[in-house]
């Protein structure tokens, strides 16, 4: 496997103006990914950066490091992955569909960090071709988080590789247990510090233009709100949470929080109906 080295992380502002530029196939068919990893070898954790997330996600600094806030390392590398050549499809129109999260020790701020983002597989849906992206971290030469992305490109015929499966399934006996507000301004006020500006979640006229009534949620922000919500009051050290991405939280919206005690979940419509998202918490 390829690997590219970058001093620092690439300016958020400028891979998301290559990105609105890039010139690809929306629906090329590809036989794998090029194998390719991106690489920052010493990223700093930054407290007030922390902060503004935990802000923007509703997080106590009681929990300390969320096990989902890495993955806002990772995104400047997810973005150079998308306007290379090793990406086959433009990132516009590319569905989030599921986000696997694996940690295996807590993060401290101050911590000194290399940060890795590697091409990973493709998967056949019926709507089209999923590929993954592999993310981790690692903290004195160990590796301390890894995530897994699964991306669905829509329109791709005779997709390949394995078929498609939920690792999630419906059948869980939930109970509501929080309900919040997405309020409209959200997707702008996560849009910053995570470096998602996306237009389809930042005002509702630059959504339309993507097919949507109004502008949407981040999928990793309704993860976030809802993990704030389940993650216990002080910091963990190993953990999983999974997600799948259902139907988009309109902006603005009202949101159900629905969990069981074995750490499956939903979030729901308000009418607790409609799931966005289906989840599985695991700790220790």
């Not at 990105?19 to 930054?46: E, I, M, Q």
């Not at 005779?158 to 109970?175: F, I, K, N, T, V």
Request: with cysteine; hydrophobic share 40%.
């Amino acid at each position: 496997m390829q690997t590219i080295k970058l001093a620092r992380p690439p300016s958020a502002l400028k891979s998301g103006i290559q990105l609105l530029l890039a010139r690809k196939p929306s629906t090329g068919r590809v036989n794998s990914l090029a194998p390719v990893s991106y690489r920052l070898p010493c990223v700093t954790l930054d407290s007030g950066h922390l902060e503004r997330y935990r802000q923007v996600c509703g997080f106590s600094a009681a929990q300390g490091v969320p096990l989902i806030y890495p993955q806002l390392l990772t995104a400047p590398l997810v973005l150079q992955w998308f306007i290379s050549p090793e990406c086959p499809w433009p990132a516009l129109g590319t569905v989030h569909l599921a986000n696997q999260i694996e940690q295996y020790a807590a993060l401290q701020c101050g911590d000194q960090l290399r940060v890795e983002v590697a091409s990973g597989e493709l998967i056949a849906h019926p709507k089209g071709q999923v590929f993954t992206l592999v993310q981790r971290i690692y903290r004195d030469q160990a590796l301390v988080w890894e995530a897994t992305q699964s991306l669905l490109r829509v329109g791709v015929r005779e997709p390949c590789g394995a078929a498609y499966r939920s690792a999630l399934g419906a059948d869980a006996m939930l109970s509501q247990c929080a309900e919040f507000d997405a309020p409209t301004a959200i997707g702008r006020r996560y849009g910053v510090v995570s470096g998602d500006l996306n237009p389809i979640h930042l005002t509702a006229l630059s959504a339309k233009l993507f097919g949507f009534k109004r502008a949407i949620a981040h999928g990793m922000w309704t993860k976030a709100r809802a993990l704030a919500l389940l993650l216990p009051q002080q910091p963990v050290d190993v953990a999983t949470a999974s997600v799948e991405f259902k139907r988009p939280l309109l902006l603005p919206g009202r949101a159900t929080l629905w969990s069981s005690d074995s750490g499956d979940f939903e979030l729901r419509d308000s009418a607790g109906q409609t799931p966005h998202l289906r989840g599985r918490l695991r700790l220790g």
